[in-house]
């Protein structure tokens, strides 16, 4: 979570493009998409989390919205840094299954 917060800051041209057009016309937005939901899966897999009710992307979707909503609401002033990342921290656990 940490990384994608601060590449998402740090980059927020870059961030932009990832997901500038819509998911089915973009390979980087797929790209970002299936690593993501490996990644994921992978680390569900340590801890021995066995809910496999949804598909790994259910999972990275959920992840990715949450990550990309936040960042756009700190460039809007929504949240200072230390909201932001309190904010997604504990959201992610929901997100993903682990809370």
């Known amino acids: 979570m940490e990384d994608a917060?601060?590449?998402a800051l740090a980059n927020?041209?870059?961030?932009?493009?990832?997901?500038?057009r819509?998911?089915?016309e973009s390979a980087g937005s797929e790209i970002v998409l299936r690593?993501?939901?490996?990644?994921l899966w992978s680390a569900r897999r340590e801890e021995a989390i066995r809910?496999?009710?949804?598909?790994?992307?259910?999972?990275?979707?959920?992840w990715l919205a949450l990550v990309f909503g936040c960042a756009?609401?700190?460039r809007v002033g929504f949240?200072?840094?230390g909201e932001l990342r309190t904010t997604c921290m504990?959201?992610?656990g929901r997100v993903l299954g682990l809370a």
Do not use: I, K, N
């Not at 690593?35 to 990644?39: G, I, K």
């Not at 809910?51 to 959920?62: F, M, W």
């Open 5 to 7: 917060l601060d590449f």
């Open 22 to 24: 819509r998911v089915e």
């Open 51 to 62: 809910d496999d009710t949804l598909p790994p992307t259910c999972y990275a979707r959920g």
């Open 35 to 39: 690593r993501v939901a490996e990644t």
């Open 12 to 20: 927020p041209h870059l961030w932009q493009l990832m997901f500038a």
């Open 79 to 81: 949240y200072d840094d």
């Open 72 to 74: 756009t609401l700190h």
């Open 90 to 92: 504990w959201s992610a």
